[in-house]
């Protein structure tokens, strides 16, 4: 691969750095240039690591920045590739190699080359092609190995007895067969960056960081780097919303105390008197959609907005399918709720009858138990993608919530542009109450910290 000075090199990463969304300016450029310097190479981990401390600001981008990373600074002159000519064999020294905790990265290489490669890949690797059908297959390679079954052997021959000790393998086990996974993975993204180029494959190879990937396309370990930025995005967002309160406290000018401060300024009212405003906090009911189709989405959101609930007096969670029940016993304060809570939800608390999702049966069972919840104070969020499976939206039961909440605002995990396609209810909606997109966790952090009342 035809490679770039290092300095011109960094500054084209730092540009597909913000492609990406990971924000660097000119001083963090600089250190990230002295770390290269000082680091070098040799080490790709110490290299990662110190490039990271340079560049990233943000939780969740740390997993894009290292495919970055590799595909830049360490895919120099790849060797050419060699398949094994015992597929048996590799896989038996494999398990071998997991089982002693030893580095994978060379077996990931020649497992790539045996069972990775399509399109005539093979036979152009280690030189550049052009070649549009060729390319190199993580996926292909895995699933010719059988992970799951290679993780089952692991455990069982790493000794230890007892159901504790069982439970700690599997767990070790898993981890190590993911390290390989990951490994196979930065192979094959340099392969192809080889065959493709590196600027190609940054663009079009490269996964997402989890503040940026969608909600409805997000696989289960997306869903699980998502849960880990729960706490630390909501305290940002609960810091934010604390200043805003306080600012708000700010009242109208009081008049006559204006007027007779401004005795000591000639009558000219200098320095105005505010009404101080009664401290209060506002009450918050989420109206959640929890259907397969959205889960994802109403699971995270759900985790933030009970994150946040030390900023309101009162949170209520209601959940739903085809019909709604109220589900905040489902939380407990200080505690993240466990993952697939929302399936749990389905099987257990009443939120469906048939399976598919009614919002006009939704909001008019709302209105008939539960309209007590909300107030002059309560701001209500709904989250769900408005698609009715062609059903009545039932505006006048939504109309009704609005009339009697301070705020109603709708969180919809689809893209805008599919708002008004198939069986949407989502542009109807949009003419009663404010409907907002949020794909994905910036999207939603965003939203959220923009109209959280104070």
Request: some cysteine; proline content about 5%.
């Given at each position: 691969?035809n490679?770039?000075?290092?300095?011109?090199?960094?500054?084209?990463?730092?540009?597909?750095?913000?492609?990406?969304?990971?924000?660097?300016?000119?001083?963090e450029t600089?250190?990230?240039a002295?770390?290269?310097?000082?680091?070098g190479?040799?080490?790709?981990?110490?290299?990662?690591s110190?490039?990271?401390?340079?560049?990233?600001?943000r939780?969740?981008q740390?997993?894009?920045?290292?495919?970055?990373?590799?595909?830049?600074?360490?895919?120099?002159?790849?060797?050419p590739?060699?398949?094994?000519e015992?597929?048996?064999?590799?896989?038996?020294?494999?398990?071998a190699?997991?089982?002693?905790?030893?580095?994978?990265?060379e077996?990931?290489?020649?497992a790539?080359?045996?069972?990775?490669?399509?399109?005539?890949a093979?036979?152009?690797a280690?030189?550049?092609?052009?070649a549009?059908?060729?390319?190199?297959?993580?996926?292909l390679t895995?699933k010719?190995?059988?992970p799951?079954?290679?993780?089952?052997?692991?455990?069982?021959t790493?000794?230890?007895?007892?159901?504790?000790?069982?439970?700690?393998?599997?767990i070790?086990?898993?981890?190590?067969?993911?390290?390989?996974?990951?490994?196979?993975?930065?192979?094959?993204?340099l392969?192809?960056?080889?065959?493709?180029?590196?600027?190609y494959?940054?663009r079009?190879?490269?996964?997402t960081?989890?503040?940026r990937?969608d909600?409805?396309?997000?696989?289960?370990?997306?869903?699980a780097?998502?849960?880990?930025?729960?706490?630390?995005?909501?305290?940002?967002?609960?810091?934010?919303?604390?200043?805003?309160?306080?600012?708000?406290?700010?009242g109208q000018i009081?008049?006559?105390?204006?007027l007779?401060r401004?005795?000591?300024?000639g009558?000219?009212?200098?320095?105005?008197?505010l009404r101080?405003?009664?401290?209060?906090?506002?009450?918050?009911v989420v109206?959640a959609?929890?259907?397969?189709?959205?889960?994802?989405?109403?699971e995270?959101?759900?985790?933030?907005?009970?994150?946040?609930?030390?900023?309101?007096?009162?949170?209520?969670?209601?959940?739903?399918?085809d019909?709604?029940?109220e589900?905040?016993?489902?939380f407990?304060?200080?505690?993240?709720?466990?993952?697939?809570?929302?399936?749990?939800?389905?099987?257990?608390?009443?939120?469906?009858r048939?399976?598919?999702?009614?919002?006009?049966?939704?909001?008019?069972?709302?209105?008939?138990?539960?309209?007590?919840a909300v107030?002059?104070?309560?701001?209500?969020l709904?989250?769900?993608?408005?698609?009715?499976?062609?059903?009545?939206?039932?505006?006048?039961?939504?109309?009704?919530?609005?009339?009697?909440?301070?705020?109603?605002?709708?969180?919809?995990p689809?893209?805008?542009?599919?708002?008004?396609t198939g069986?949407?209810?989502?542009?109807?909606?949009?003419?009663?109450?404010?409907?907002?997109?949020?794909?994905?966790?910036a999207?939603l952090?965003?939203?959220?910290?923009?109209l959280?009342?104070?």
């Open positions: 691969m490679r770039a000075p290092t300095t011109s090199r960094l500054v084209d990463f730092v540009t597909l750095l913000r492609e990406h969304n990971i924000h660097a300016g000119p001083s600089i250190d990230a002295a770390a290269l310097v000082a680091l190479p040799a080490d790709p981990a110490i290299l990662r110190g490039l990271a401390a340079c560049l990233l600001r939780n969740g740390r997993k894009t920045f290292d495919q970055l990373v590799d595909l830049y600074f360490l895919g120099a002159e790849l060797p590739a060699v398949p094994s015992n597929a048996d064999s590799l896989r038996e020294r494999l398990i190699t997991l089982i002693q905790g030893e580095d994978t990265a077996l990931a290489r020649e790539l080359n045996t069972f990775g490669a399509y399109g005539g093979g036979e152009s280690g030189r550049v092609t052009q549009s059908g060729a390319g190199w297959s993580s996926y895995m010719s190995l059988r799951d079954e290679i993780s089952e052997e692991v455990a069982q790493m000794g230890g007895t007892g159901q504790f000790d069982t439970a700690v393998r599997t070790e086990a898993r981890r190590r067969v993911d390290q390989f996974r990951t490994a196979v993975q930065t192979e094959a993204r392969r192809s960056a080889e065959l493709r180029g590196t600027d494959i940054a079009r190879g490269v996964e960081s989890a503040d990937t909600f409805l396309g997000a696989r289960e370990q997306d869903l780097e998502m849960r880990r930025l729960v706490h630390p995005l909501a305290r940002k967002l609960a810091t934010r919303l604390a200043v805003r309160r306080k600012k708000a406290v700010r009081d008049l006559r105390r204006t007779r401004s005795m000591a300024t009558g000219v009212p200098v320095d105005p008197v101080a405003r009664k401290r209060g906090r506002p009450d918050l109206l959609d929890v259907s397969g189709s959205v889960s994802g989405f109403a995270f959101t759900l985790q933030l907005v009970q994150a946040l609930q030390d900023q309101f007096s009162k949170v209520r969670s209601f959940g739903f399918v019909t709604c029940a589900i905040t016993h489902y407990t304060p200080g505690e993240p709720p466990p993952p697939g809570f929302a399936q749990n939800i389905v099987r257990e608390g009443g939120v469906a048939f399976g598919s999702s009614n919002y006009g049966e939704v909001l008019q069972g709302f209105v008939d138990h539960y309209l007590d107030g002059p104070r309560t701001c209500v709904i989250l769900g993608d408005a698609r009715t499976n062609r059903t009545d939206p039932n505006l006048e039961a939504l109309q009704a919530i609005t009339e009697r909440a301070k705020a109603v605002y709708w969180l919809n689809e893209p805008s542009r599919s708002w008004s069986d949407s209810a989502a542009q109807d909606y949009t003419d009663i109450v404010t409907m907002h997109e949020c794909r994905n966790v999207q952090a965003e939203v959220i910290g923009r959280l009342p104070a």
